[in-house]
């Protein structure tokens, strides 16, 4: 699936089984939880956190499906095409970057 088909996908469903999206605000502050979600398990499973009783059946791909889900939601909202953004951002780092990293000797 393109991205442009996953933000068509999500729309598709919004309007239809999931009635409206909630307000920019309001999918923001979802999206910084599925985030922490993300976190919590990247601590726990890479990190040097130990896991919780509360943590059994975390699944990293899921939780990263959520952060992207919401992510959709919002460039919807506020009429973002994300393969273009995508694509400018890349040539802005390819130009930025094309001699940084590998010039950082702590990459070395």
């Known amino acids: 699936m393109t991205i442009k088909e996953a933000q ?4 598709d469903w919004i309007n239809t089984t999931g009635v409206r999206y909630f ?32 943590d059994e059946g975390v699944d990293l791909a ?3 499906a959520d952060v992207l889900w919401v992510l959709i939601c ?14 400018k951002n890349l040539e802005k780092k390819n130009i930025r970057d094309s001699e940084r990293h590998r010039k950082n000797k702590k990459l070395q």
């Open 62 to 64: 899921d939780e990263m």
């Open 74 to 87: 919002l460039a919807n909202q506020t009429g973002v095409d994300l393969t273009d953004a995508l694509k």
């Open 23 to 54: 307000n920019e605000l309001t999918n923001m502050a979802i999206l910084t939880e599925e985030v922490g979600e993300v976190a919590r398990i990247m601590a726990r499973k890479y990190g040097e956190q130990s896991f919780k009783n509360s």
């Open 8 to 11: 068509k996908l999500v729309d």
